[in-house]
């Protein structure tokens, strides 16, 4: 696993990707697309493992403007919203980050145990060989 260090317009997607060493992989990616992935194996009734990125998908999906057009038309497009990502770390630990518990909203780092969680993930993201 990887040493990261926050940037500004880091996410819980990018955090995951780099914390596990494939962010020059998979940085242009869309979230949608990188679950449907043919090296993604999804696991929806294991433990994870360390190194695992794990995610929760409570199925929300919303309309955000984001696009603008030639003329300087707003279009709004719709996007998942209900998606989290984490990392297992070791000894029941996931690791992740977040933007939602800070004033300006900048990503912070979070390390909590897995068990102490109440809404568990529900899905595991294991990559092929």
């Known amino acids: 696993m990887n040493n990261v260090r926050l940037k500004q317009y880091d996410t ?8 596990v060493g494939l962010f020059d992989i998979y940085n242009n990616v869309d979230i949608d697309d990188f679950i449907k992935l043919p090296e993604i194996k999804i ?3 294991a433990y994870p493992i360390y190194g695992n990125i794990i995610f929760w998908d ?18 709004s497009h ?10 297992m770390e070791n000894n029941g ?19 909590r145990k897995l068990n102490d969680i109440h809404n568990k993930p529900n899905i595991i993201v294991i990559l092929g060989k």
Do not use: Q
């Open 43 to 45: 696991l929806k009734s």
């Open 78 to 87: 719709k996007w998942k919203t209900g998606l989290h990502f984490a990392v």
């Open 12 to 19: 819980c997607y990018t955090y995951a990707l780099k914390r």
């Open 58 to 75: 409570d199925g929300t999906d919303s309309y955000h403007p984001n696009e603008i057009d030639p003329n300087g038309m707003i279009i």
């Open 93 to 111: 630990y996931i690791s992740d980050c977040t933007k939602e518990d800070t004033e300006n909203v900048y990503p912070i780092l979070r390390m």
